[in-house]
């Protein structure tokens, strides 16, 4: 798992902030704006600033955020609907995983992805916790070698 989610996570006033940014932007019709917006958040992080991050992974990532737009645009409207919870949800039964996992998350990640990373490796019975040094939420786009040599490795050993 790469920067897991999680169903049912309580989410810090810091990652609510994020996505009220974004969303207030994209809801004003500032589409550029909420993908900034979200590649502050996800892909600076709450501890880098822009000019940290390597140029070309967040213009990569602002094109797909705008692309997820267009593409989202009118779903709703269209019939989409948002998927049932399991019942017990997911956070109630990561004890039942029971294959090796690897949990991969980026030191600059937010504070709740990281959470939940060490969340999840503690919860699975043999899980084991990597975090990415210089990467936030995308560590398999800002150091794919790295984190394919994670994968590998991991895979190798099984």
């Known amino acids: ?13 810091e990652t609510r ?41 967040r213009s990569a990532v602002a094109e797909m ?25 997911v956070n109630l039964r990561l004890h039942e995983i029971r294959c090796p996992t690897l949990v991969i998350v980026g030191e600059h990640d937010v504070t709740d992805m990281r959470s939940i990373a060490a969340h999840v490796a503690d919860s699975v019975d043999n899980a084991r916790l990597v975090e990415v040094a210089s990467a936030a939420h995308l560590p398999s786009l800002e150091r794919a070698d790295e984190v394919n040599a994670l994968l590998l490795a991991f895979l190798n050993d099984r």
Do not use: C, K, N
């Open 1 to 13: 798992m790469i920067a897991p989610g999680l169903p049912g996570w309580e989410w810090s006033p």
């Open 17 to 57: 902030a994020g996505w009220t940014d974004e969303e207030t932007a994209y809801e004003s019709g500032d589409l550029e704006g909420a993908a900034e917006a979200s590649v502050r958040m996800w892909v600076d992080g709450p501890q880098r600033a822009p000019e940290e991050v390597d140029p070309a992974i």
């Open 65 to 89: 955020v705008l692309r997820s737009y267009a593409m989202q645009a009118h779903g709703w409207e269209a019939g989409a609907r948002e998927e049932d919870v399991l019942d017990p949800p």
